[in-house]
């Protein structure tokens, strides 16, 4: 009778209420039991307790029960989660995923679209810290000091069960094993049960019912992660905010992520429309056009070694990568079909444009757009505001803040930080049936946008091409290939010295190269190519991709080109930070170029730019290759688009999706943009990629600034100025001076990142622009004339 009084006073207390938790012993709920069911090699300790619940390995069972009360069954569910109290974790070992699922004959299901298993509703993941064997360093998916709740989504059970006339919810969670055999999951988790002291802890249900105050979630956040709500690993954890604050220089790009969560049902045909950013004291404007939206297409990751082995022990994972042009505030949507379009839109659909569709969110899952913000070089320093508003059929819109600062330097338009590789042309015209004038236009802007010369490193052409070169360099490009992969012949050199004469004469051949060679170690046919060009070009720059000095290419080579690693490497093409860093400054003091890329490798500890890496990795690498001094980075080829290219029926995206697949068996290696229907789309790694390659032009800004600085004979900034020379050298919070210890905090890294503006714009206002650009002019002046005298002295020792 008491039990019954305390469940109807439960009762009345939610009938007005949105959210409701039972949970044992609070509020007046006695309607929980739970039990260790033992298995297996499993053993129960001794003395097994009494109030906690024991997983051990994979082969024991939690079963959790909970009792609804009556009056619940009136109410619509829009929600339900099982949270469970983990204290800690003993042996845990690679990833332990927990997984939840129904005790019923026929037991629910998550949606489809939640990714789960049949018969699964949920699963949760707890990650090893940069384990011996599993370097990742997920802070927020290990357990913390004190412990942590961890959630499943039981919605698809509840709903069903609050039918009946006894509702009742029965839940087992266990854990899985890896696929890779050789790692068993021996994880040991005590988690409090209803019977715990701490009442607090106990397991409990979380109801959300309608009506909601929001039938829907956003949130805003940064651009350093990715998002994905299949797995814990690539949840969205919130927090839901709806406003949110970035800062960047004048002409620069920075991103933010909009991430909306139905909670009551799928959303309808989602829609962003966006207005101007404006600056309340001045007036000045960021225009909407200079906002673009994106929405993030997600696939399953190839099954490659990093996924059956090296990472993940056989645990795959869906990603976003590639990034969808959001049209007239609409995205295109992969699944269209000829039926689908209206009849107005065929003609344009089979030319290959995209034709405009709405976007169906499912429910319980954070769906993730990608918002860039750009300012062009005049934009007026200040504090700007606008809006973005999420507006889907069946649901209130929702209106988002935006505050960017932009602060009182730009990005410099000449680029100082050297960029190169394959373009591969002949890719483009095959996936888009041909290479025409106007779509060869967009990819080169495409690609000047990101700051990647639009180059050809393994083909023997000129590149850019003799007649974009000036368009090129206009962009502030500042790489010119006169050659790729440099042969010897008659024929060769007589080429290479018209190409060299043409580049000559547009005053260019300060910025020109010839590439001879790509992770080679024939060093007489290196010198034997070096010397006919030093003959026939006098002052033309050669590299050999992946290079490091060494005596065999003393002479040789002008632009080394190391891959990072760990360890010995490989002793031909890559290099560790240790041996490295005496390299870097003596080749630069001798008036050579000292660049750095990664490819297939290097793997984790080390920072790379594939989509098994985490994402900050494609930023932070190039804070690591300003703290060592590095001016370039070569990324082998852009675009091999082997399993992208429309399929022997001409079927294409969106007909068919992308495929993350890139050279050999690597998931995104020499692929860093997609072919759009008429154009390039892009991808969440290249717009970090141009991110740090910013962040790099914005420690050269600060150098010039200090540099500018120390040459005043008094009235130095002493505390600024000291500020400014620590923030140039790269916090080792950041990065430290190796290849491993870089970090996985996006707090971090943004933090960093607004120190460095912050600081550059404090030296503005001491420092006149036209001060520090003449201090960058006369070191640019200096290193040139090394550079000439080098060369005219190599040109001469040529046999």
């Not at 060869?440 to 495409?446: A, G, P, S």
Request: hydrophobic letters at 40%.
């Amino acid at each position: 009778m008491a039990r019954w009084v305390a469940w109807m006073a439960l009762a009345c207390s939610v009938a007005w209420a949105d959210t409701v938790t039972l949970q044992q012993g609070v509020g007046g709920y006695e309607g929980c039991a739970t039990r260790t069911l033992w298995a297996g090699k499993a053993k129960p300790p001794t003395p097994e307790p009494s109030d906690a619940l024991c997983l051990r390995g994979v082969e024991n069972q939690l079963y959790l029960t909970f009792e609804l009360p009556r009056a619940l069954a009136t109410k619509k569910l829009a929600r339900a989660r099982l949270e469970v109290f983990v204290p800690s974790v003993r042996k845990l070992r690679m990833i332990c995923e927990i997984a939840c699922r129904e005790l019923r004959g026929e037991p629910a299901s998550a949606p489809a679209e939640r990714g789960q298993p049949a018969g699964q509703l949920d699963s949760y993941s707890l990650w090893e810290f940069n384990g011996q064997w599993f370097p990742h360093k997920y802070r927020f998916l290990d357990v913390p000091e004190g412990g942590k709740w961890i959630d499943f989504n039981v919605t698809a059970a509840a709903r069903e069960r609050l039918k009946e006339a006894t509702p009742r919810v029965g839940l087992a969670l266990q854990p899985l094993a890896l696929p890779d055999k050789r790692m068993p999951n021996t994880a040991e988790i005590d988690i409090p049960s209803e019977r715990a002291a701490d009442a607090s802890k106990r397991p409990r249900l979380v109801l959300d019912f309608e009506p909601l105050e929001k039938p829907y979630l956003v949130g805003m956040t940064h651009c350093l992660e990715k998002f994905c709500d299949r797995d814990t690993r690539y949840r969205f954890f919130g927090p839901f905010n709806e406003s949110y604050e970035m800062a960047m220089a004048r002409n620069e790009f920075e991103g933010l992520q909009v991430l909306v969560y139905p909670m009551n049902g799928a959303l309808e045909g989602v829609t962003f429309e966006w207005s101007d950013l404006a600056d309340a004291q001045t007036g000045a404007k960021i225009p909407r056009a200079d906002i673009a939206c994106f929405r993030q297409e997600v696939f399953r990751l190839h099954p490659n070694g990093k996924i059956k082995d090296w990472y993940f022990h056989g645990k795959n994972f869906d990603v976003p990568d590639p990034l969808i042009p959001v049209v007239g505030g609409v995205s295109p949507r992969r699944d269209t079909r000829d039926g689908d379009v209206p009849p107005t839109m065929k003609e344009k659909t089979r030319d290959g444009d995209v034709p405009p569709t709405n976007q169906d969110l499912p429910e319980h899952m954070s769906t993730p757009y990608w918002f860039t913000i750009r300012t062009r070089p005049d934009t007026k320093a200040g504090l700007y505001t606008g809006t973005i508003t999420v507006k889907p059929k069946n649901a209130p819109p929702r209106e988002l803040g935006l505050a960017v600062k932009v602060w009182d330097y730009k990005i410099p338009e000449v680029w100082n930080f050297e960029t190169m590789g394959q373009t591969i042309w002949g890719n483009i015209a095959r996936a888009h049936g041909k290479l025409t004038p106007e779509l060869r236009r967009k990819y080169l802007d495409f690609l000047l946008d990101h700051r990647f010369s639009p180059v050809e490193q393994y083909a023997d052409v000129l590149s850019p091409n003799l007649e974009d070169i000036p368009y090129c360099i206009q962009r502030g490009m500042s790489t010119i290939y006169l050659s790729g992969n440099f042969r010897v012949s008659e024929r060769s050199v007589e080429e290479l010295k018209k190409r060299y004469d043409a580049v000559q004469k547009l005053g260019l051949i300060d910025k020109a190269l010839v590439y001879i060679g790509d992770e080679t170690k024939d060093w007489a046919e290196m010198r034997r190519r070096s010397d006919a060009i030093r003959k026939a070009c006098p002052e033309l720059m050669i590299m050999i991709g992946g290079s490091f000095p060494r005596p065999e290419l003393e002479g040789i080579i002008d632009i080394f080109d190391p891959q990072i690693d760990v360890g010995k490497g490989n002793q031909v093409y890559s290099v560790n930070a240790q041996d490295i860093q005496p390299l870097i400054a003596k080749a630069q003091g001798r008036g050579e170029k000292f660049f750095w890329y990664v490819a297939a490798g290097p793997m984790l500890p080390c920072p790379n730019v594939q989509m098994e890496e985490p994402l900050i990795a494609s930023r932070v690498l190039f804070w690591l290759t300003w703290k060592f001094g590095v001016t370039g980075f070569e990324y082998y080829c852009y675009n091999i688009w082997t399993h992208n290219f429309p399929d022997k029926d001409g079927r294409r995206w969106p007909d068919k999706p992308f495929h993350p697949r890139g050279w050999g068996d690597t998931n995104g290696d020499g692929m860093l943009f997609y072919p759009g229907p008429d154009g390039p789309f892009s991808s969440v790694r290249f717009e970090n990629i141009r991110d740090g390659i910013e962040d790099w032009e914005s420690h050269y800004v600060l150098r010039d600034y200090v540099e500018a600085c120390l040459r005043r004979p008094s009235s130095r900034p002493e505390p600024l100025l000291a500020k400014a020379q620590a923030l140039l050298k790269v916090p080792d919070e950041v990065t430290k001076l190796d290849f491993v210890s870089w970090t996985w905090e996006p707090e971090v890294l943004l933090k960093a990142h607004r120190e460095l503006g912050d600081t550059i714009e404090a030296l503005a206002k001491l420092i006149p622009e036209e001060e520090m650009l003449k201090v960058r002019a006369a070191r640019k002046q200096a290193e040139a004339e090394r550079q000439r005298a080098m060369l005219k002295a190599r040109a001469q020792a040529a046999k």
